[in-house]
């Protein structure tokens, strides 16, 4: 057989694979929030539920992978459904540490202030004083920090209409708030197991399987692990999905790709020491070889931007809920409130002040 279809396959890759690199680099560790990976539904539910729900699927799915391992071997782990299933078990293995940890952090938090206000007997003023002019310093934001929040919700917090992109005030987010190193890694391996689960599951179902029928290996599919591996994967990601808070920038369909590319790598690297094809469509020296490949980097692709196009459904619909929970309110109403307060506690009440203007804190 001629070689160029495989060199072919080989520049394509590897050009793919380079511009996602040069991607990843030029926007990669942009501001995501540490609030965004283990809240639910950006606050609207108690985060315990999600990591219960992260929790139950870490262990149902390393159960049915362990199971899977023991019956086939290793050789198991030359199929892309296996690779993506273990990819699945590890995102929901980081979700759970990461919710696990920012609940025990924040229940400490509210520990440490209950305290510290306890050991101030009498001065509830002061400390609220304090604080009303901490917010006051630190509260108004630029216009141009908020466009770069992909969910325009900083801090986790609700923002009320008329504030924000709009009225030019968020509140300007601390230090300690940004993302550390696993909770990228949690979102990079959610959006990853997204779109790869659903491109897995719909090329199984409408490629492979009518195949399997037609050679008579349907026993293959139709069966326990498959069925984890190709319908319940894809529910688990569904309700994962709707209950997170977290974003799909457009530049993290590189990580897809990469992902792509390196399962491809080890197909290459496979076979001549023996190693089956897998799957028809990787064998590099057909002279339609390059239309494959050319297929399935798109069609990754393109599943990408269906999640992306839920993602900004599920957005939509968590700012309408938010609008209803608040009243318009203006940028200067905010600050008579927070000036009044002051005034109210540097006389030496502790009480709400009685003001003509709407109390918005």
């Keep these: 057989m001629a070689l160029w279809p495989a060199i072919l396959c080989a520049i394509l890759l590897g050009v793919v694979f380079l511009a996602s690199v040069f991607v990843i680099v030029a ?75 920012e609940l025990w952090r924040s229940r400490a938090g509210k520990q440490h202030n209950e305290v510290r206000e306890m050991q101030i007997p009498g001065a509830e003023g002061d400390v609220e ?83 399997s029928v037609e050679e008579g290996r349907t026993s293959e599919i139709l069966n326990f692990v498959s069925y984890n591996e190709h319908i319940i994967n894809a529910v688990a990601m569904a309700g994962e999905f709707w209950l997170n808070s977290m974003a799909f920038p457009v530049f993290r369909m590189s990580y897809v790709v990469i992902w792509a590319c390196l399962y491809v790598l080890l197909e290459w690297l496979a076979h001549p020491w023996g190693s089956k094809w897998t799957y028809f469509f990787l064998e590099y020296r057909q002279p339609t070889s390059i239309l494959w490949y050319a297929g399935l980097l798109l069609l990754h692709c393109i599943f990408f931007g269906v999640c992306y196009w839920l993602s900004q459904l599920k957005q939509r619909s968590l700012d309408r809920a938010d609008s209803k929970d608040w009243l318009p309110i203006d940028q200067n109403l905010y600050r008579k409130n927070v000036v009044v307060e002051r005034e109210h506690l540097v006389a030496g009440n502790v009480g709400p002040a009685s003001t003509p203007f709407e109390r918005v804190y």
Aim: aromatic fraction near 16%; include cysteine; glycine fraction near 8%.
């Design 129 to 211: 004083l304090a604080r009303r002019g901490e917010d006051e310093e630190d509260i108004w934001a630029s216009d141009e920090e908020e466009d770069r929040r992909p969910l325009g919700q900083p801090n986790g917090r609700k923002v009320p209409n008329g504030v924000g992109a709009k009225g030019g005030a968020v509140p300007r987010r601390r230090p300690e708030d940004d993302a550390g190193v696993l909770e990228y890694a949690v979102q990079i391996l959610f959006q990853t197991c997204s779109s790869s689960v659903l491109l897995v599951d719909t090329v199984l179902w409408l490629v492979l399987f009518p195949v």
């Design 27 to 101: 926007f990669e560790g942009q501001g995501l929030e540490r609030e965004r990976i283990w809240q639910a539904r950006s606050g609207h539910y108690n985060a315990r539920w999600l990591l219960i729900y992260r929790a139950f699927w870490l262990v149902y799915f390393f159960g049915v992978d362990c199971y899977d391992v023991s019956w086939h071997g290793a050789s198991a782990f030359l199929w892309y459904t296996q690779w993506n299933f273990s990819l699945v078990i590890i995102f929901f293995l980081c979700g759970t540490l990461v919710s696990s940890l």
